[in-house]
């Protein structure tokens, strides 16, 4: 046993009292930048932390990269990554149902408390999965562990409620001028969908391939979203 650092010791380590948000970059510049820090802001706002600085680093001029700002309560801190380019078949993404639950509260925001979606992704990893979706308090399915989800049942777009807004998300449906349904999806919902697609800055937008759970699993076509917005395609 050892005393605890420094360092460790604040609110937003010990108690996951922060929050957060990650923008898609393209040769250097932050895409959806005023998007990404107006959701910021609802969440600090939210926690009662500082609003965070609106002013962005300068940054290196990666071909693609990820830009994540952390707001605490002793200000706004940012890293700048290479985005990594998850290997994914034309067959589409192959995604774990776990048993891990949204917090009510805090599963629209983007907060330190992270527990619920590291231990849904690394359920999904455990299985070969490329993403795990986690439900909310009554069984339905409400987010991604690191990607909003769409389906399209019956013809009908469908995004469920309860998890996070992807700002992703909300760029493809502005690109395909459609709103979407926001409603409870039920598991049977996510059977019978006609497609599926996830959304997130470190992926942009994928199509689903298989939803697998512990006692069935579920194929869909894969349909890839025909775009060539920066933050939405599939970075080469």
């Known amino acids: 046993m050892r005393p605890l650092p420094t360092d460790l010791?604040?609110?937003?380590?010990?108690?996951?009292?922060?929050?957060?948000?990650?923008l898609r970059t393209r040769h250097g510049q932050?895409?959806?930048v005023s998007e990404h820090l107006a959701r910021l802001a609802a969440t600090c706002a939210f926690l009662e932390l500082p609003a965070p600085d609106p002013d962005l680093p300068t940054l290196s001029p990666?071909?693609?990269g990820l830009l994540r700002l952390?707001?605490?309560g002793e200000g706004t801190f940012w890293q700048h990554r290479p985005l990594p380019v998850p290997a994914l078949p034309a067959s589409g993404a192959d995604v774990w149902l776990s048993s891990i639950q949204v917090h009510p509260q805090l599963g629209r925001?983007?907060?330190?408390?992270?527990l619920p979606y590291l231990l849904a992704k690394r359920g999904a990893e455990q299985r070969g999965a490329f993403e795990g979706l986690l439900t909310d308090g009554a069984g339905y399915v409400a987010d991604g562990s690191r990607t909003g989800l769409l389906l399209r049942v019956h013809g009908q777009l469908v995004m469920p409620g309860g998890g996070l807004p992807s700002l992703t998300r909300a760029a493809w449906l502005a690109e395909l001028g459609e709103v979407a349904d926001v409603r409870s999806v039920s598991l049977d919902m996510l059977r019978q969908a006609d497609a599926v697609w996830l959304f997130g800055a470190g992926v942009g937008a994928v199509p689903v391939g298989r939803v697998r759970a512990e006692t069935w699993e579920q194929a869909y076509r894969a349909v890839w979203p025909d775009t060539?917005?920066?933050a939405?395609?599939?970075p080469t």
Do not use: D, E, I, R
């Open 62 to 64: 990666l071909p693609w």
């Open 70 to 72: 952390t707001v605490t």
């Open 228 to 230: 060539l917005h920066p």
């Open 232 to 234: 939405l395609v599939m």
């Open 109 to 114: 925001h983007k907060t330190g408390n992270y």
């Open 30 to 32: 932050a895409l959806m």
């Open 9 to 22: 010791g604040s609110a937003a380590t010990l108690h996951g009292h922060s929050a957060f948000t990650t």
